[in-house]
């Protein structure tokens, strides 16, 4: 089976830029979810897509938007970056859907993000 | 809102050393407790989790957990740790009966074992 597989693997960008993150999720799996890992701390929740919608959502502003592909691969997008946006952003997928029992994730390598 | 403690932020321990790593939470309902690795320069990797029943938990390499539920606490042992063990761990919790797939996680312990 394949794991999660993130893309770019590092990329700076300037403040005010958009930026947009890649996953594809493990075979099997319908569920993606992304987290943010800043330097020093563990992941936070960002959201969670389902059946190409999202249906789970942390304390994070609608400048992070996200969308989900037939094939359950996902996407998130970063509007007008900020310095504080620069970490590691981690992508999870999980079967289940986000409803019934969880049974864990399988994380991607993640995606550094610098911006300066 | 859920919140995970890890206490002890940095660890140093030599080889064959025992290990134990605190974590607690703050919710009171039903949980799913994790426990995941990250060594240097690679992915999140499951080490164990707890559901329900026993709750002394065994993981892979030798690792395992207890669940107290009393103390809203989720410990991780090892009896005798190894060089290849450096790496950083993370608690994390999954309200069981309301928050789907969501994770919190603890801010993350990291071990250094000198050989």
């Known amino acids: 089976e394949t794991g999660v597989t993130q893309s770019p693997t590092h990329l700076i960008k300037t403040r005010g830029q958009q930026v947009t993150l890649r996953c594809s999720s493990q075979s099997g799996h319908n569920t993606v979810s992304w987290y943010q890992q800043a330097l020093g701390q563990g992941p936070q929740f960002i959201f969670q897509y389902y059946r190409e919608e999202e249906n789970g959502r942390g304390n994070f502003p609608p400048r992070f938007s996200g969308l989900q592909f037939p094939n359950y691969s996902s996407e998130l997008n970063v509007n007008a970056l900020e310095l504080d946006d620069s970490a590691l952003y981690l992508c999870?997928?999980?079967?289940?859907?986000?409803?019934?029992?969880?049974?864990?994730?399988?994380f991607g390598s993640g995606t550094r993000l610098t911006v300066v | 809102a859920q919140s995970v403690s890890q206490h002890n932020h940095h660890v140093i321990l030599s080889e064959a050393a025992s290990l134990e790593l605190g974590c607690n939470y703050s919710?009171?309902?039903?949980?799913?407790l994790f426990w995941y690795v990250q060594y240097p320069g690679q992915h999140l990797q499951l080490l164990l989790k707890y559901f329900s029943g026993d709750p002394l938990v065994k993981g892979i390499k030798g690792f395992e957990a207890e669940f107290i539920k009393s103390k809203f606490s989720f410990n991780l042992r090892k009896p005798s740790v190894q060089w290849s063990d450096t790496a950083e761990y993370f608690c994390?919790?999954?309200?069981?009966?309301?928050?789907?797939?969501?994770?919190?996680f603890g801010g993350g312990t990291r071990l250094m074992v000198k050989p």
């Open positions: 994390a919790v999954n309200q069981g009966d309301n928050a789907g797939n969501m994770l919190t």
């Open positions: 999870a997928s999980s079967p289940g859907g986000g409803t019934g029992q969880f049974y864990g994730y399988t």
């Open positions: 919710y009171g309902g039903t949980v799913n």
